[in-house]
């Protein structure tokens, strides 16, 4: 059998109330019982002794039979079963019981073993020892008090007196009542107290019920419901206007609702987005085995072209020094002269070409110091300021105060050199070269901006600038400037980055880090390989 949340905490605080009040009612009762009866006794000792102070005169002149009167119409009041004298032999001498006048008590019967009990009997008493509860012929049961009468001084003085002096007790009074009056006082009260735990059970409860119902019930009802509507997919909040610990719960559930509702959104669009991160992360890793692949074959290209190089560069020295012997000679046909210099010119830029090819092929190491990027770009800037394609060219400078680097300032000054001079011949009718520089606190790097507005690369080439041996100029380039500038930039540990736009101009941004290890400097990569 399964309760609700009301009927056990109604049940719960129902047998709590009820022991209390059982509890409460027993001791009470006998609280009550016990101050009803110490009353009974007082009364019942107040009126033996009015007995006696108003028979004393009586007593005095030996007038019995008015004494015996006054005792029988005190035995008519209701609630006293009968009062009788007892003389000191334990005769009772008078009683409202006709039939016990004569008699002689015995002392161990209720009255007397209270003072008989021992060897020696009480003269004096106290009125609860004096006292006694039994039960009488009918089964009553009542309460007993007697009262001893002393033999006083104005008893042994008068004529009647027969008792001598030296007797200290002449006699008993005791006086029987009924306890039907405490004991229905007693029921009444109980049944009293019986009645008002019945009505306050059922008051507690109904109240119980109503606060349970209003406070504790519905807020938990509404909760319930709220989380079998999340599981049926509804992330709506739930409306619970209360400024107590529930209120603080429908917040808490509004909350998880929300984390669960933006959790399920970024899973969702995690599972759209999936297959599109699949195929970004499939595309990087055929660009990086794109990479990979060019790099061996630029490895073996620099091994060819540096075996290449060295058995060109001989003839073309022989070939360059005797057509300048020959175009220098005297003898020669003037006629002959403009031929002999365009051999001269051509071999030379032949020779360039050779230089460039074992620059490519090289494999050099980077003698690093400490170095600010600024220093070396105003040597560089100083170095082609001259060149006659910088002539309408405005430079703007944008320096930073950056740290000093780790870096080779020689081969840095070669890579600024080609950026620049390509920059300048992409703007054959002038205009404006900017340049940038500053840190990046959040990558620790230093970057070198170098941006022109000239008439830019288009998207197709845009790819294969560092590739060795393209060029965009024509016979005017031997292709290999940016690929040996994107070498010694990765052989510092930084990377080269450019955005072009046609017709609006072209940025190349260097990134060089601020903390190079020194174990990462002797890599060996080869100047010319991209990577």
């Not at 129902?14 to 059982?22: C, E």
């Not at 003072?115 to 009553?140: Q, V």
Request: charged share 20%; aromatic share 6%; glycine share 8%.
């Amino acid at each position: 059998m399964h309760f609700n949340l009301i009927t056990k905490l109604t049940l719960v605080t129902g047998v709590v109330l009820l022991v209390a009040m059982v509890l409460f009612a027993f001791i009470n009762v006998t609280t009550l019982k016990k101050i009803f009866l110490e009353e009974a006794i007082h009364d019942v000792d107040n009126l033996s002794e009015t007995l006696i102070r108003s028979t004393h005169y009586q007593m005095l002149e030996d007038d019995r039979k008015r004494v015996y009167q006054m005792i029988q119409e005190v035995g008519t009041q209701r609630g006293i079963e009968h009062i009788r004298l007892i003389n000191k032999d334990g005769e009772i001498t008078f009683s409202t019981e006709r039939a016990e006048i004569g008699t002689i008590l015995d002392k161990s019967t209720e009255g007397c073993n209270v003072c008989h009990a021992e060897d020696t009997p009480l003269i004096h008493a106290s009125s609860m020892n004096r006292s006694r509860i039994f039960e009488d012929r009918d089964g009553k049961e009542v309460l007993g008090m007697a009262r001893a009468i002393y033999n006083q001084e104005s008893c042994a003085t008068a004529d009647c007196h027969f008792h001598p002096p030296d007797v200290s007790m002449v006699g008993i009074l005791d006086v029987i009542v009924s306890l039907e009056g405490m004991h229905l006082q007693t029921s009444t009260y109980r049944n009293n107290i019986i009645a008002l735990t019945l009505m306050l059970l059922l008051v507690v409860a109904s109240c119980l019920t109503l606060v349970t119902q209003r406070f504790i019930t519905n807020p938990l009802g509404q909760l319930l419901r709220h989380t079998q509507r999340i599981a049926r997919g509804d992330w709506g909040p739930i409306e619970l206007n209360s400024h107590d610990e529930f209120g603080k719960l429908a917040g808490a559930f509004n909350d998880m609702t929300q984390s669960l509702k933006h959790a399920q959104d970024e899973l969702a669009q995690w599972g759209s987005q999936l297959e599109i991160k699949v195929e970004e992360r499939t595309q990087e890793i055929k660009e990086m085995q794109s990479r990979l692949i060019r790099s061996e074959k630029v490895a073996s290209l620099g091994e060819l072209v540096a075996g290449i190089a060295h058995e060109l560069n001989n003839p073309l020295t022989g070939v360059l020094m005797f057509s300048s012997m020959i175009a220098g000679d005297p003898r020669l046909d003037p006629a002959l002269k403009p031929d002999f210099e365009t051999i001269i010119h051509e071999t030379q830029r032949c020779a360039e070409i050779v230089r460039g090819l074992l620059d490519f092929a090289r494999e050099s190491v980077p003698k690093k110091t400490l170095c600010s990027v600024e220093q070396i770009l105003e040597q560089t800037l100083t170095l082609v300021a001259h060149h006659s394609s910088f002539h309408d060219i405005q430079v703007e400078r944008h320096y930073q105060e950056t740290p000093q680097i780790l870096v080779d300032p020689n081969q840095l000054e070669q890579v600024f050199m080609n950026l620049l001079i390509n920059a300048s011949q992409a703007m054959e009718n002038g205009g404006k070269l900017e340049i940038k520089t500053g840190t990046l606190s959040k990558d620790a790097q230093v970057f070198v901006k170098i941006s022109d507005s000239g008439c830019g690369i288009s998207e197709e080439n845009l790819s294969k600038i560092f590739d060795p041996f393209f060029s965009t100029k024509g016979h005017k380039g031997t292709g290999l400037g940016l690929s040996v500038s994107y070498g010694i930039i990765e052989n510092h540990g930084g990377s080269i980055e450019v955005e072009s736009r046609v017709g609006i101009g072209t940025t190349f941004t260097i990134l060089l880090p601020l903390h190079y290890q020194a174990e990462q400097q002797g890599a060996g990569h080869r100047l010319g390989a991209p990577a």
